[in-house]
């Protein structure tokens, strides 16, 4: 990189942040800072057994109109979570247990008063008969055909079970090395320092719900705010303040959300809850919890052939709307061969349902656990080999010449030099050689081909169409630095608080995914290397933006504050 390129490059930049001296001061708005009139405080009544039938809720005498169980807040659309396969199990999730409990921490009844300490008083006196059943903790046990149901409709535990076979496996059998371990990544919570939470009213004025969230994804939560509550799009607003983290665990529809906003439908004034640190570790999103039963082939000299075996995700005991948990099964097993050349593989990769609280994504997805597993092996072999763990990897790691290279998964990596990463590693740390080391590969999504800016206008006014939680989102990120210096007109559509007049949901995720990729795909140039220099990189951006700016004319409402 030149001395020109390196000062246009946001790579190594020292960049003041601008949304520190609010909070800093004070002056931040989280979900518990808005001071709503007349704003009454939900507490849940949870479930205290993995797996129960429910056999009756007893209210309090005295709480009419102040407990509420999924038949008080009816109708409730309960949406299908997950792939749209035909092999995929549906997993119904209500916002309330109906007939059955399957994990502990599970909403049965939410309890509405002035205080939350009022609330969680009046969820102590909720009685909730429960009739145990058994319960599936251990996902390999799961998988066995005498293993309880977690549905009992369901022909065995598993969400979805899929094969990847690549190269020639069965020349595996006769490899000189084959070693075959277990190896298991505890189940975590996300553990934001913002806990989740949602306030929700109904706007008289503009006839509207308005649901304020700690949540990733506004757009996505209204869209299923308003299936699952019977109202039209345009009839939901969802603003998200100040988020206190996510890493990936806010971005899911939470039985919390729909229960909340189903409760000031029915009461006509505004409702909050907000999630206490305990109530986090039991039924917020969890994550990981993946166990790899793997065989790994080698040759004498240290090459690595193949992997063998089974994957197995614990995705709990429901799939969470939209997607569910299918993709952590297979985005394990693709990226399993790391950055070394495997060329065979034979996985077998599970997604169970467990008595557990539901995973959701969170940091890396899937990649901490196949990287886990394949420097495991990888250290494994070296041990079986005696040889220095650092010499097998380099041995076997893809090199700069070799780039772009497909990995036998189907994987491209693209840039960089390993073996040179390996090597200052091994030089300059004096940690390794006592506590190993590990390489990751990280995949960019689209291979990079995204059109961020989508709108231009001959005023010097730029329009921004982007799922992202809050204008700070954009304020903090260094790659709008330039842009914010281009344009003092910078106008936000984001899922923080999306304008009421656009059009559905649906057309907000196309202009901010689909859509700009359509535009660069359509662009006779499409960009064949991710590392553009700068000002290529912002004048390819820039024509990208003058060719949706017509289209984005006939989708935004100029007076709806957002212009272009």
């Known amino acids: 990189m030149t001395d020109r390129e390196r000062a246009a ?3 190594g930049a020292s960049l003041l942040r601008k949304e520190d001296a609010r909070h800093l001061h004070g002056h931040g708005m989280f979900i518990a800072d808005i001071n709503m009139p007349g704003t009454q405080e939900i507490a849940f009544v949870r479930s205290q057994s993995a797996h129960a039938s429910v056999r009756h809720v007893t209210k309090p005498p005295d709480s009419a ?57 009046l969820a102590d ?20 055909p005498d293993s309880p149901r977690v549905f009992d409709e369901w022909p065995s535990n598993a969400y979805i079970s899929a094969r990847v076979v690549e190269g020639n496996p069965e020349s595996l059998a006769s490899a000189p090395i084959r070693l075959r371990r277990r190896l298991r990544l505890n189940r975590q919570a996300t553990i934001s320092l913002e806990g989740r939470g949602v306030l929700a009213y109904w706007d008289y004025r503009l006839d509207e719900l308005v649901v304020y969230l700690s949540t990733q994804g506004g757009q996505v939560k209204r869209l299923a705010l308003s299936q699952m509550l019977g109202l039209p799009e345009q009839k939901v607003r969802v603003i998200a303040p100040d988020v206190g983290g996510g890493f990936g665990g806010k971005n899911r529809i939470m039985p919390e959300d729909v229960a909340v906003a189903a409760i ?94 539901p995973m959701g994504p969170y940091r890396g997805v899937a990649r901490p656990g196949a990287t886990f597993a394949i420097e495991r092996l990888v250290d494994e072999v070296a041990r079986e080999l005696r040889r220095e763990p650092f010499d097998l990897r380099r041995q076997n790691i893809v090199t700069a010449a070799e780039l ?58 730029i329009a921004i169409v982007e799922v992202k939680s809050s204008v700070e989102d954009y ?42 990729g359509e535009i660069l795909r359509n662009d006779p140039r499409p960009p064949a290397d991710t590392r553009l220099a700068a000002a290529r990189r912002k004048a390819l951006i820039l024509r990208c933006a003058r060719l949706g700016a017509e289209r984005l004319q006939r989708l935004l409402d100029p007076q709806a504050g957002l212009s272009i």
């Open 65 to 121: 109109g102040r407990v509420f169980t999924l038949a008080d807040i009816a109708p409730i659309n309960v949406l299908e979570a997950g792939p749209e396969l035909a092999a995929h199990r549906h997993s119904p999730y209500p916002p309330l247990a109906d007939r059955r409990v399957r994990y502990v921490g599970q909403t049965i009844a939410a309890c509405m008063m002035p205080t939350r300490a009022q609330a969680e008083d």
């Open 125 to 144: 006196r909720v009685h909730v008969e429960l009739a145990e059943l058994p319960a599936v903790v251990d996902v390999v046990a799961a998988m066995r």
């Open 264 to 357: 000031a439908l029915k009461v006509k004034h505004p409702v909050r809850w907000i999630e206490d640190r305990r109530e986090h570790l039991l039924a917020s999103v969890h994550a990981r919890d993946h166990t790899y039963d793997l065989t790994i082939s080698a040759d004498r000299d240290g090459t690595l052939l193949g992997i063998e075996g089974d994957i197995y995700i614990d995705a709990g005991a429901y799939a969470l709307w939209p997607t569910g948990a299918f993709q952590e099964a297979s985005m394990a097993s693709r990226n399993l061969t790391g950055p070394y050349r495997i060329r065979h593989l034979k996985l077998d990769a599970h997604t169970v349902a467990t008595n557990k609280a």
């Open 404 to 461: 772009p290279y497909k990995t036998a998964a189907g994987l491209k990596l693209d840039t960089g030099d390993y073996v040179a990463a390996l090597d200052i590693a091994r030089g300059t740390s004096r940690f390794l050689r006592a506590l190993g080391c590990a390489v990751v590969a990280e995949i960019p999504l689209a291979d990079g081909r995204r059109a961020d800016i989508v709108a231009l206008a001959d005023d010097g006014t």
């Open 9 to 11: 490059s946001w790579i």
């Open 475 to 516: 304020r903090a990120d260094a790659k709008w630095s330039d842009y914010l210096a281009w344009s003092d007109r910078f106008y936000f559509a984001v899922a923080g608080d999306f304008p009421r007049e656009l059009l559905p949901v649906g057309v907000g995720l196309i202009i901010a995914d689909a859509f700009g």
